[in-house]
């Protein structure tokens, strides 16, 4: 199959530091809230990367659920494999791609659990099958049919037909504290404007332009 002649083309008007908030985590946002107004599918979804003991990076999406100055929580399993990688390395990446929109966010930074109460607060706000779903599934484990996961949700379903479903301990949230950020927008024959954000060590950031 040859992909060679598979090319977009990117139209939107260029952008210069000073049309960019000073604070990446405004900046986000109002990119973020563009995003909806577009009507992007699934605006929330981000890839996650991350590198545990093995040095071999794994990726995946992941559902961003809350941001602030403090940094960006998504909540997974705590047995998953992701989650051995960043207990072996704390470390990760993340990119938002709203191709459409011909715009990029990518995240840098550390990544450690959130409070149990915060997990707890959110997990209370999802659906009742949504909290029945993070006790069913043995996040990365092998399974052989997914009979077998239909036939345990049921059997939990069951359980807590009349009350509430208990908070799992394996399950939970993680934020990534930002140390960079880069937004990304499409230009003209490929003369992409991208604007990377640096925290130093008295907490500051600073804009600086990089080469397409």
Do not use: C
Not at 2 to 27: A, F, N, W
Not at 107 to 119: F, L, P, R, V
Request: no cysteine; hydrophobic share 35%; aromatic share 12%.
């Amino acid at each position: 199959m040859d992909l060679s002649e598979i090319r977009g083309k990117y139209t939107t008007k260029g952008l210069d530091i000073p049309d960019l908030d000073k604070d990446p985590v405004k900046q986000f946002e109002t990119w973020f809230q563009d995003a909806i107004n577009e009507q992007m599918p699934e605006p929330n979804a981000m890839m996650l990367a991350t590198v545990g003991k093995d040095m071999m990076p794994s990726v995946r999406a992941v559902l961003l659920k809350t941001f602030d100055e403090k940094g960006f929580v998504f909540f997974t399993n705590y047995k998953s494999k992701k989650a051995r990688q960043i207990e072996e390395n704390p470390k990760a990446s993340s990119l938002f791609s709203w191709i459409p929109m011909e715009r990029q966010i990518k995240i840098e930074g550390s990544i450690e659990k959130i409070s149990t109460a915060d997990s707890l607060k959110y997990f209370l706000s999802r659906p009742k099958g949504s909290q029945i779903g993070a006790w069913v599934s043995h996040q990365s484990s092998i399974i052989t049919s997914r009979s077998l996961l239909e036939q345990k949700f049921d059997e939990i379903k069951r359980k807590f037909v009349k009350g509430e479903v208990p908070f799992p301990d394996f399950w939970g949230g993680y934020i990534i504290k930002p140390v960079r950020i880069e937004f990304w927008q499409g230009g003209q024959d490929r003369l992409h404007d991208r604007f990377l954000y640096e925290k130093d060590e008295q907490g500051s950031w600073t804009i600086t332009r990089l080469a397409p």
